[in-house]
């Protein structure tokens, strides 16, 4: 397991912008798949990006065009940027770790490994 921390979350208004990070402690590039995933009060936990050594991306599709993971191997960071926020990306965000599946990373948390503690977001109409 690889610990992680997140940061970057808080309160903004529905439109603006957050950029959250996620530490890896140890070496980021041996982690195939780096995953965002968020849960709103209520619901249950989902995929929201992925990205693998190569800088592969996958995106749920309700944050396509707005969302855009990254990730800085030499600084062990994982990013997601969050543009024009809405009301329902409200919720806690959690930077996770895992392994791939034939060389690809999926958007879901059967194979990851390692998860963050979460950061909170808040959008407001």
């Known amino acids: 397991q690889v610990p992680l921390v997140e940061s970057g979350g808080g309160s903004v208004q529905a439109g603006g912008s957050l950029r959250l990070s996620c530490v890896a402690s140890?070496?980021?590039?041996?982690?195939?798949?780096m995953h965002w995933f968020r849960q709103a009060p209520g619901k249950e936990r989902e995929g929201v990006a992925v990205i693998d050594r190569a800088g592969s991306t996958a995106y749920t599709d309700s944050v396509k065009g707005r969302f855009t993971i990254s990730r800085d191997n030499a600084k062990n960071t994982l990013y997601l940027q969050m543009n024009s926020l809405k009301p329902e990306d409200t919720g806690m965000y959690y930077c996770a770790a895992g392994r791939d599946v034939g060389s690809r990373c999926y958007l879901i948390s059967s194979f990851v490994s390692s998860w963050g503690q979460g950061t909170e977001v808040t959008v407001s109409s």
């Open positions: 140890g070496y980021a590039y041996n982690i195939p798949c």
